[in-house]
């Protein structure tokens, strides 16, 4: 089980005409400039960002106090490394320099001990660490290094790099198990797996044993500050920001159930799959893998969201997963993708790269429109505005995508996770390639001493057919491995135009070793029906329901498409449906219409002994789930539905 | 429509063995002993109430201030209006005693100017209508008012009634529409409903014109105080905390739609009723019959639970009716009792008796156990407590009744309903008698120039037979009015034992024109089957299920019959059912035995493709409502289960 399967840098891989050759090509055009626009306050309509003011403000450029949210630097960070990702898919000379002049103002920010913070800066640098569970510093740290990472990787330039590491040697300084040091960690994780990318970037072990400091030192002593907000003011405590929700109730060796706030549980799954990726200590694997099943077993729902109920963004008990009401938070579904990364390098199951699809194409997906300008932050699977736009226990399920947030995590997360896509499509040791993701790219792998080429061409996944080209200077023994997603139960495989039977399945993977020679080509067919798909019967309110899928998507249903209470409508599963491609908002999308009913039941006091209603025969159109409220604002949407 | 139907007082009414005369002496031997007891401090393991305390230190009698809500002189009040039904019911000398040295409490701590009120009184009484929108000084002087009322009627003794006149005679003086005094009204009503009891009992109409007073300028000036706590500190207001949860976002003659906190809004609309049985003005029926069918067609739950939503304790939107996270308070039914029954005074359409009669046997009882010495704040219609318990969304709903709340509104205030249920039988004009609930109970009534005695004898609500006994000094013509529940399909109607066709039915009443003799014998027989209740599909969540009623009683699943996982229950709807009579902790019960199946849908990673589910027959027992909860702690309940 232990052992490394080899990652790629997104550079390395090419984007072919495709899906997600389309999502990086609109965040290129259109995604990094409204970000870049909106982070410098030019965005009309909005909250405003003050994310890049406030480094200007911190570099004594500018006059004035920071805004936004304490943690408003990782906005600046995202956005760069999502940036650096879109200049690894197409070069912008434009662009490059932005993000230099950004990167000046972030070293001019710069304390001469190495301290980067505009918040704390302005609240005076001595002020720092004061407030550990709420403050934000070291996840802003964090997400300034992993910028730091992508943007060398994306254009060679060491700046910001440097400048992340004399703040790192800082932090290494200050925290840590020898006296004199703070003993302590950050109330948010994410620190850790970028001290982790880190120590691999410059081949620094410190930081990975500063990383590994913060991950064993969790939840084994409390951080003694309290909350706080950014204007200062402390908040008192509650049930839901005790130590739970900071994933700090106990030491990561003794978690076996995923909690707390769902954001910070993921980025803490994941420097725990990195930390077992670098030490191979049994019991870690063991907590990681408990911690899983209770994620998939009892706590996420079927489009990938994660996070049960809004007040403190967080899990709650098993199968409570309410469709109307649960948070959903598109960083969460990012999170997981990271943490279902990292979980597949360690172990190649289907179910960590299955996890990634079910994301890629739902719950983090759907967290930004069609045009890249609008976002949810709340991903609800069921919604009726007149509803939820009154109950105050459903103020954090917005209608529409807003341009923007207060609190503005999403948006950025959402681009950098678009522009790294590429990265989570193969991985490889020296002897076998792992095909995770069906999507258009070329991209070389070494493999049995030669660097072979992979072709991959698809229209996945509006259609299940991948043809793969292997171009290779000499024959070679090697295994190759093609994810058999979950949702797949009938398949065909050609190997030069030919059946290809001599596979085997390996924890989901259709498997083939073969010596393959020059310019063999393997086709992968799998096939798309319709499916519905039903709940586990100990979740509550899904009984009588399904779902709908066709390969990875999972769809719904839409007010503009159905007409209003679609409550009222009925799925015949055993009737027929019809597979429609078009477009929607200009970007391709299947939708499928369905045999239904429309069961309405109009009684004057609302209760009435029960009859036989009268079913009216309609027929139901279905689209995709992340391309719902692309063609209306404030529309009823619901996945699950009533059948017969 | 406007004309004037006589109603009685409880003491008019001896009731007779039976449903009520039970709870009528429960709430004679326990409620009143346990609330007198918890009032006083002496109940171990609740929240304490410092009600009896206050006034103890307001009288200078003891050192130390108020503890509790602002508003818990109102608990006082309350206890001794149930408690004075109590003495009606069954005289008490130790109780009287213990009323007469309450009451010269708070005599003692009436200042020479009339103002009664501990919280204000520790302030400083020059602090007095400083906050009227949240400081209840009216609201308690209403209650006190009742109370004072209803003591004098029980024992006639006018001390607390001459206490409370003086009162009424500064607030007279000091609210107004006259220059110099303050234009403005109390935050929540129920002054008003206690000014027009009090003209009626003082025969005084200076209460009157203060209760129109404070009815007509609600709305029309916005109260200038912002939000205090009991500890002085002003919270921010919210969206929640507008004028229209004080429903003073409008006059009342321009309100259509049953709005804000739903206690607030029944003694309002309550207080509209009286105003309009005293002038009759047109406007305000018409407000009342639209506000009454807003409510009845779709803002309230099949329980009579009204108030959708926890934050604001209020309604929300139309068909927006939870099972799960309702508020439902039991004040707020007890609430609609009294204003339905305002209603019915004025019109006798049984549209009004039978949300009563719901109330008594569900809503509100609900909020009593069947020992008398616990209490639902909140009813919910579902509840499955290790999500309940967990959930921030869920914290109001509690999985078992109470000893007693840190706002302890609703315990004294079913003990109140409770005492007086004999004045919602009857009522009556010269030549007309109506007969709204079925309760044994024996009573004398004016008709046509002589008193006649009704002896009504029924096991009601178990069995639908009602024997009315007739007792007369001369024969009369006169026109009887039987209630036809709204639930009744089919009755006989007997007099003198052969079967009387010359009815007709008028608003809901089987009516019936005779020459009554003396000695006239009418048996009235309503058939109670088992019935299956749907919903109108414009609620959420409500479609393919059903709720149980027989009779008046809607019926429950608890999971102390039934097993956990209630949700996986299927009711076969045309199946047999079998009706059980029994006991439920010593008091009658009547459970309903069904043909059922449970669908268990065991899924590892929560989600599969749909195939035919097994259905394992079972039987599952419903039991009424109100009396879930009473055998068990925390247990699964539903009201609304899947049917087949």
Known sequence: MYHTINDMNPKEITLLEGFWRNRNQLLADVIIPYQWDTLNNRTEGVPLSHAVENFRIAAKELQGIPGGTIFQDSDVAKWIEAASYSLMFQPNHALETSIDELVRLIEKSQHSNGYVNTFFTAKGIEQRWSDLEMGHELYCAGHLIEASIAYYQATGKRVLMDVMIRYANLIAEEFGPEEGKLHAYDGHPEIEIALYRLADASDDNRYRNLADYFMNIRGTVRNKNGSINADGARKPKSRWFESDYFLADKPIRSMTEVNGHAVRAMYLYAGMADQYRRTGEPELWEKLTALWNNL???RVYITGGIGSQSHGERFTVDYDLPPDRGYTETCASIGLVFWAWRMSCIDVDSRYADMIEKEMYNGALS?????????????????????????????????HRAGWFD?????????????????????????????????????????????????QETNYPWNGEIRLGLQMQRETQATLSLRKPAWCDAWTLLINGTDWNAWYLEKGYITIDRKWVPSDTVVFRLEMPVKCIQADS???????KAALMRGPLVYCLEEIDNGPQLQELLIDSKGNNKVEEGLI???????????????????????????????????????????????????????WFRIV
């Open 407 to 455: 609190c503005a995590c999403c948006p950025t997360n959402i681009a950098r996770l678009i522009g790294s896509i590429g990265k989570y499509i193969y991985s490889f040791t020296d002897t076998h390639i792992f095909i995770h993701q069906y999507i258009s790219s070329e991209t070389e792998v070494p493999l049995g001493g030669q660097n072979i080429t992979i072709l």
């Open 367 to 399: 967290g930004i429109s069609l045009d890249g300008k609008a976002y949810f932050y709340v991903n609800p699977l069921e919604i009726t505005p007149r509803i939820a736009t009154f109950r105050q226990d459903m103020e954090h399920v917005l209608p």
């Open 296 to 298: 998939v077993q009892k």
């Open 538 to 544: 100990r979740i509550q309110g899904y009984g009588g």
């Open 585 to 639: 908002q200009s970007f391709p999308s299947t939708t499928i219409l369905l045999d239904g009913y429309r069961e309405t039941v109009r009684v004057d006091n609302l209760y009435e002994p029960m009859k036989q209603n009268e079913r009216k025969q309609v027929q139901v159109k279905a689209i995709p789930y992340f391309q719902w409220g692309n063609r209306a604002k404030d529309q009823e949407m619901r996945v």
